[in-house]
């Protein structure tokens, strides 16, 4: 397919993006550190962290891993933690040592905790207290040698510390009882590591920079490889898609979305590290009075979210004030990671001025691969254009190039796609061709401006507020429980999630009740993955082979 949308690009947009300008993530973090020294670079709980500070602790944690922990240039470091100062710190620090990051969900289960662990061979993690009791469930089936502990406060002021870290644990009653021996408390290991020189990594774009766990288009989770040239390629894409209307050393933006999620660990923490900005990190986004607080007294530029998120802000009691402080100051709003209702965005647009500028990407694209110019003025309710150095193209069942406004899958390709999925050549044959085109398992179409629409999932994926979840996982676990014969898993419409699970169950058992399922899903599933919904039926639908069809679980009655 030719590039059709390159002659429709806003004025000032590449057709190519400078790839080449950085070596790796690493180099961008540094140039950055000595460009905006005095700047802050991530505020949260009301402290800021300037890029000098940055430089300093991630210098002092990397020399950590390399001297005290002893980990070697590849070595894994997972990393557990929601929206807080101590995710930067450790990213950049275990980048800056030559480590490979693994983001982890706080939220996992300690099943799905061991998988991620073990499949990715991590030696080193560091969690949040919060969630240390997961860990201990499991950590001894794992490669984890060393574990790195943190609290909500802990890169706070002293005093501040104190007082967060004690109303988190105490009258929160937010941490569970854990043993973990031989932890290391965060603040210990940056204490120790500023006593080390950071040894020298020479670090190039072939290097693995994340293990970014996701479903793919199939099956359990997989290991994205994306390396510091995938990431660096999709910031500078993404960097030539937003520069003509932002501006170096000046921007703040908001980041409601967790960071473990590749959506806004590029769109918000790596692209903004680079532009010099003021990322502003919301730890609960679902506390919407204390999220709707921090937007009132902030002059934000800049704001990310997914749908579900929007919805909820705009129909939160105070929400309207948000916009008479915020005076004008917004420029850009970006909706991802699920597809966004034309009434939320048009509901937005009303309320704070700006549209809601939708994209569309995959974790396996590291992740951006299309966005609506930043120069529309309504919301289109398309996925937008491929951004700068991305071809792709809408392929039929054999691979085929469709005619425009036919529907068929998306492909990709360009220098921002994965070099395949960790430890799995056949999983990665089939989504991945020789000469790099993507497949992204996405029923789209395009038009002739090369604007792409998105029609539906090939896969049976089911996105929960923005995350994936895959019905075999689901229906695994629900095979798990005694009582169940079949089971069958798809997604249902919610107002309040786009979707939710919903599980179609045969019982073993004549006694088994929806609630007993619920909870036998919430004991070994993060809550995102648990049904809402259980429907018992006398049988399931089938293929010839006795394969459960999803989609027709959606349209037979129930027995």
């Not at 937007?295 to 008479?324: C, M, S, W």
């Not at 974790?363 to 398309?382: H, K, Q």
């Not at 360009?414 to 990665?428: A, F, I, K, L, S």
């Not at 009740?513 to 919430?522: K, P, S, V, Y």
């Amino acid at each position: 397919m030719n590039p059709i949308w390159l002659e429709h690009y806003p004025p000032g947009v590449p057709s190519e993006a400078s790839i080449l300008r950085f070596d790796s993530l690493k180099d961008l973090l540094e140039q950055s550190c000595e460009r905006f020294r005095a700047r802050p670079a991530f505020t949260n709980l009301g402290v800021s962290l300037s890029y000098d500070e940055l430089d300093r602790r991630s210098q002092a944690f990397g020399a950590w891993l390399q001297h005290e922990a002893g980990l070697r240039r590849g070595e894994r470091v997972a990393i557990m933690l929601p929206n807080l100062l101590q995710y930067p710190v450790a990213l950049f620090g275990a980048l800056r040592a030559g480590m490979v990051v693994v983001n982890v969900n706080p939220l996992y289960t300690a099943r799905e905790l061991q998988h991620q662990l073990a499949d990715s061979g991590a030696t080193a993690i560091v969690v949040l207290e919060n969630f240390a009791h997961t860990l201990q469930e499991i950590v001894a089936t794992t490669a984890v040698r060393h574990v790195i502990t943190t609290r909500v406060g802990d890169l706070l002021p002293p005093f501040k510390a104190c007082l967060v870290n004690f109303a988190v644990k105490w009258i929160k009653r937010g941490v569970p009882p854990w043993q973990l021996p031989g932890a290391v408390a965060f603040n210990a290991a940056l204490g120790r590591g500023v006593h080390h020189r950071l040894d020298e990594v020479q670090i190039t774009q072939d290097d693995i920079a994340f293990l970014q766990y996701t479903g793919g288009t199939t099956g359990v989770a997989k290991g994205a490889i994306l390396t510091h040239g995938n990431l660096v390629a999709n910031v500078e894409q993404t960097s030539a898609w937003i520069g003509n209307i932002l501006r170096e050393g000046e921007e703040v933006v908001i980041t409601p979305l967790p960071l473990y999620h590749v959506f806004a660990l590029t769109a918000n923490l790596l692209t903004f590290v680079k532009w010099g900005a003021n990322d502003v990190l919301i730890t609960n986004p679902r506390d919407i009075p204390g999220f709707i607080k921090v937007l009132r007294k902030t002059r934000f530029t800049v704001i990310t979210g997914v749908n579900t998120l929007y919805h909820k802000l705009l129909d939160a009691p105070g929400f309207e004030r948000v916009k008479q402080a915020n005076a004008g100051a917004l420029k850009l709003a970006v909706a991802g990671g699920m597809s966004v209702q034309r009434s939320v965005a048009e509901r937005w647009q009303q309320r704070m001025g700006v549209p809601l500028i939708e994209g569309y990407g995959l974790t396996e694209a590291s992740p951006i691969v299309c966005a609506n110019p930043l120069d529309a003025r309504e919301f289109s309710g398309a996925i937008g254009m491929p951004i700068p150095s991305t071809r792709v193209e809408i392929r039929d069942e054999a691979g085929n190039p469709l005619p425009l406004g036919e529907a068929g899958e998306l492909c990709v390709q360009g220098p921002q796609v994965m070099r395949g999925y960790w430890n799995m050549p056949d999983e990665t044959a089939s989504v991945l061709s020789v000469d790099g085109w993507l497949r992204t398992g996405d029923i789209c179409e395009m038009d002739a401006r090369g604007m792409v629409r998105f029609v539906d999932r090939g896969k049976d994926v089911v996105v929960v507020s923005g995350f994936k979840v895959y019905p075999n996982e689901v229906e695994e676990v629900l095979m798990l429980h005694p009582g169940v014969r079949e089971a069958g898993v798809t997604g249902v419409p919610d107002e309040k999630s786009g979707e939710v699970v919903k599980a179609f169950v045969v019982k073993r058992n004549p006694a088994l009740t929806a609630a007993e399922l619920i909870a036998h899903c919430r004991a070994n599933l993060a809550a995102y993955k648990v049904p809402k919904q259980v429907e018992f039926r006398d049988r399931l639908p089938k293929s010839p082979i006795g394969k459960v069809l999803r989609r027709a679980l959606k349209q037979v009655p129930a027995a």
